[in-house]
């Protein structure tokens, strides 16, 4: 079973609405809540989970920004060997105008931070090959179908 589970930090300088706009326009189908780290409400974080199906949209940006071996990179270099997920950051300032990026270190006012939890190591392999195959030259080798993804 895949289980994705998305936080971004929301600063006194940003709205939560603007944070919430960043994480859907990645992940529309998932629905967020704020969590205030206070009384002031002024800080804290957007947060949601999702399944596979909320995976869609993503997928279908890895492929329109033409960044799957980027994505690919990302998604194992995040693997941990603990258990079966891997982390990833998307820019937040990318993010909020509908677009995807993968920061190469924590940005200042905070990135979208993605945990993809599968029920096994070769489950996890399967998701990542769905999400970012392997390419050559730019080229997709082979394409999984999302229904090979979650063991049954």
Do not use: C
């Not at 279908?60 to 033409?66: A, G, S, V």
């Not at 909020?96 to 190469?104: D, E, T």
């Amino acid at each position: 079973m895949i289980e994705v589970r998305v936080s971004a930090r929301v600063n006194p300088t940003e709205t939560e609405e603007k944070v919430r706009t960043a994480v859907q326009s990645i992940f529309p189908m998932m629905d967020t809540a704020y969590n205030a780290a206070d009384d002031t409400g002024l800080h804290g974080t957007v947060e949601g989970t999702t399944d596979l199906e909320g995976l869609r949209h993503l997928h279908l940006l890895l492929r329109e920004e033409e960044i799957i071996d980027t994505a690919r990179t990302q998604l194992e270099v995040g693997i941990r060997e603990d258990e079966p997920s891997t982390s990833f950051r998307i820019s937040k300032f990318v993010a909020f105008v509908g677009r995807l990026n993968f920061p190469a270190d924590e940005e200042p006012l905070g990135s979208i931070h993605v945990t993809m939890s599968a029920g096994s190591s070769f489950e996890l392999h399967r998701l990542i090959e769905w999400l970012a195959p392997p390419t050559e030259k730019g080229k997709i080798l082979f394409e999984p179908d999302m229904e090979d993804v979650e063991s049954t």
